[in-house]
């Protein structure tokens, strides 16, 4: 699929077969997702446009390089958080916004509850952070605000993807690069990705 990038490392499909297990508990679901964000966070930012910039060692002059833009990294809450620090760790000055999004259970609707963004975006690098794209109306929710916060370089950083979230997105935005680390089957009838992992958000914080 155009734009999108299934990151295929061995160790992103390790985890994610870690995560996917439902004997893999709250405790262990925590620490695994945080391991595997950082290893996708470094394929997501593979094309983030550098600056020359050069330094002295302690010996000469050396020629190297700094990241154009600042960075704001954007978990969905409440499963974005659990890939929040680990991806913090890698890029320590970023900044974080935050969007609560919570999908009503029959509609499947995404309903806002919070948000806490930087007014303009549009000088940074943001990164939209959630493990799960299934129907794509959270993703979808989240990027139409971050656009409204005149965002120009947006990614979404996912684990697990439905076709049917895929499609929704790129039909809104078609040149929003997604990374993710599998494209299931597709959805059930209650809109959980088969097989998909389950309900992120409670597996990552047992309620
Ligand atoms: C989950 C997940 C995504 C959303 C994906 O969140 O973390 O945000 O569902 O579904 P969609 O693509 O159909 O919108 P949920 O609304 O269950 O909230 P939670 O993270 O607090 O459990
Ligand atoms: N949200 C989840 O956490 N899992 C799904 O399969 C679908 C939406």
Not at 61 to 73: F, N
Not at 174 to 201: C, E, H, M, W
């Amino acid at each position: 699929m155009k734009g999108v990038t299934v990151v295929t490392h061995p160790l992103v499909q390790h985890n994610l077969t870690r995560l996917r297990d439902r004997r893999t508990g709250p405790q262990e679901f925590r620490r695994v997702l945080s391991e595997v964000a950082a290893l996708m966070l470094y394929e997501a930012t593979r094309s983030f446009a550098v600056l020359p910039r050069s330094v002295r060692t302690p010996l000469a002059p050396a020629a190297g390089y700094q990241l154009r833009r600042e960075v704001v990294l954007v978990p969905v809450l409440r499963a974005g958080l659990g890939m929040l620090d680990s991806i913090l760790q890698l890029i320590p000055n970023a900044r974080v916004g935050f969007i609560g999004l919570k999908r009503e259970e029959t509609t499947l609707r995404a309903m806002f509850y919070h948000k806490s963004l930087p007014a303009d975006l549009s000088p940074f690098e943001v990164i939209l952070i959630d493990p799960m794209l299934a129907t794509g109306g959270s993703a979808v929710a989240a990027l139409d605000l971050l656009f409204e916060q005149k965002a120009k370089q947006v990614r979404l950083v996912t684990l697990v993807a439905a076709p049917e979230g895929i499609r929704r997105v790129r039909s809104r935005y078609p040149s929003i690069p997604i990374f993710t680390a599998a494209v299931d089957q597709k959805l059930n009838g209650r809109g959980y990705i088969l097989p998909g992992l389950g309900d992120a958000g409670d597996r990552l914080f047992g309620v």
